[in-house]
């Protein structure tokens, strides 16, 4: 594809005035894009994330898209499901919550019913995060019972 001499001078002219104006004045596509979250070195899967982990960088890129962390805050105390990069955003579909218990430690079961509570001894048969519906062990009976995992790290049995 040609151009004439005067078309050709005039793209040459435009392109950097273009920048500079883009530059001085903001462009609104650039200023809307706003913050990604990246790690600073790899994080493997299974490892907290740490705020010394991860830093705030500002998105240049306006074919960026998808559900990724913009604030730190978002993942800070998350667990990656996934591999994560250094320089490379984070998705929020690779994180999760940490568990509240994990499989195979002592934790205390609780069946509440009316003023009656009921407690005893229990090992978790699977890693659960907090109002997660878990299989438990009784340790005095052996007997596999079902319950919530509660904040306090306790399983609220529940009545069949």
Avoid: H, W
């Amino acid at each position: 594809m040609t151009f004439s001499r005067k078309n050709a001078i005039g793209a040459r002219l435009a392109v950097p005035f273009l920048a500079a104006f883009l530059a001085g004045m903001g462009s609104p596509v650039l200023a809307e894009m706003g913050t990604a979250v990246v790690p600073t070195s790899t994080i493997y899967p299974g490892e907290e994330i740490t705020p010394s982990r991860v830093e705030e960088v500002e998105v240049t890129n306006p074919n960026l898209t998808g559900d990724y962390a913009r604030k730190s805050k978002e993942v800070v105390g998350m667990v990656a499901k996934r591999t994560l990069l250094p320089g490379r955003t984070i998705p929020v579909s690779a994180l999760r919550e940490a568990f509240a218990v994990t499989r195979g430690s002592a934790i205390r079961l609780t069946f509440t019913i009316g003023n009656l509570t009921i407690s005893a001894g229990g090992t978790p048969l699977e890693n659960a995060g907090v109002g997660d519906l878990i299989r438990v062990r009784n340790t005095d009976s052996g007997v596999t019972v079902s319950g919530t995992v509660m904040a306090d790290g306790t399983v609220q049995v529940t009545a069949r």
